[in-house]
Nanobody
Framework: QLQASGGGLVQAGGSLRLSCAAS????????MTWFRQTPGKEREFVAA????????YYADSVKGRFTISRDNAKNTVYLQMNSLRPEDTAVYYC???????????????WGQGTLVTVSS
C-alpha cells in the first residue's frame, strides 16, 4: 500500500514536498514514480527514480524545479517541488513498478493521490 501526502495550497513561486510512504510490503526494489492528473486529462508522468536511487528522470515541464528522492530505510519516496506554477495544479499520485516507464498503465501499485493547488 502506498500513501501519498504533502499536498496543499501554495502561491506561485512557492514550494511543497510530497511524500509517498509504503506499508505492508517493501518497495525498496521497485522503481518509484510520480504522476499527476487534472480533470479530463490522462495521468501525466512527472518524475521517477530507480530502486537504487542511482537514476532519476523528469518530465521536461518540471526539470530543474522538482527533485525526486527516496529513503529505502523508511520505505518512502519524496518529491520536492520548487518554483511552483499554476499549471502544476493537479492531483499527484505515486506509483511503484518493476521498471521505470512514463506509461501509467504499466504500474501495479498506486497511492491515493494528494491535491496540489498553486494560486497565481
Amino acid at each position: 500500500q502506498l500513501q501519498a501526502s504533502g499536498g496543499g495550497l501554495v502561491q506561485a513561486g512557492g514550494s511543497l514536498r510530497l511524500s509517498c510512504a509504503a506499508s505492508g510490503r517493501t518497495f525498496s526494489s521497485y522503481a518509484m514514480t510520480w504522476f499527476r492528473q487534472t480533470p479530463g486529462k490522462e495521468r501525466e508522468f512527472v518524475a521517477a527514480i530507480s530502486w537504487s536511487a542511482s537514476n532519476t528522470y523528469y518530465a521536461d515541464s518540471v526539470k530543474g524545479r522538482f527533485t525526486i528522492s527516496r529513503d529505502n530505510a523508511k520505505n518512502t519516496v519524496y518529491l520536492q517541488m520548487n518554483s511552483l506554477r499554476p499549471e502544476d495544479t493537479a492531483v499527484y499520485y505515486c506509483a511503484a513498478g518493476t521498471v521505470v516507464t512514463t506509461t501509467f498503465t504499466a504500474y501495479a501499485y498506486w497511492g491515493q493521490g494528494t491535491l496540489v493547488t498553486v494560486s497565481s
